[in-house]
């Protein structure tokens, strides 16, 4: 991108970008409701992240325009000798910006702001219907190690 991009936490003004980033692609179509107005459950969710200390949700802004979104949680844990480790989700670019470097530089920052934070660890998942956001974190240095696994509920 030519002009530099921007990161900020998010307000709720940007809610709607954010859910329409999240909706815009085959596996988020299916779990998100983009309508307007938003449901409340967005708002709600929004208020808890904004409140707790250790959530960011962080938007990335090219001019006024918010591009890109993640959320960052930081998380003490008993392993580790009690370190920190960060885990980023929600990691979603506008359909405009892809393929330019956008979702490069939000997880670049996300590993930047986890080192400010003294974590050790920055971890993440990707659904396994996503093979090429699989090679995109594995080529910015993360490594499959783990097997993750999820209960819906």
């Known amino acids: 991108m030519e002009t530099k991009i921007r990161f900020r936490m998010a307000t709720e003004k940007d809610l709607d970008s954010i859910v329409a980033m999240l ?7 299916e779990r ?16 808890a992240i904004t409140s707790d200390p250790n959530n960011e949700l962080v938007v990335a802004c090219y001019g006024n325009e918010v ?3 993640q959320q960052i949680t930081f998380t003490p844990y008993i392993t580790h ?11 979603r670019t506008s359909a405009s910006v892809r393929g330019k470097g956008v979702g490069t530089e ?11 934070r003294g974590c050790h660890i920055v971890q993440l998942t990707t659904d396994k219907k996503r ?23």
Do not use: C, M
């Not at 000798?81 to 960060?86: E, F, S, T």
């Not at 974190?137 to 819906?152: C, I, S, V």
């Open 23 to 29: 909706a815009d692609d085959v596996l988020g179509s």
């Open 32 to 47: 998100e409701r983009y309508e307007h107005p938003l449901p409340n459950s967005y708002i709600k969710a929004f208020e």
């Open 67 to 69: 591009i890109g979104v």
């Open 81 to 91: 000798q009690g370190g920190w480790r960060a885990t980023i989700e929600g990691v």
């Open 106 to 116: 939000l997880i670049q920052w996300a590993i930047q702001r986890a080192e400010e």
């Open 131 to 153: 093979p090429d956001a699989l090679r995109f974190y594995e080529r910015l240095g993360f490594k499959a190690t783990h097997e993750g696994l999820k209960l819906k509920l």
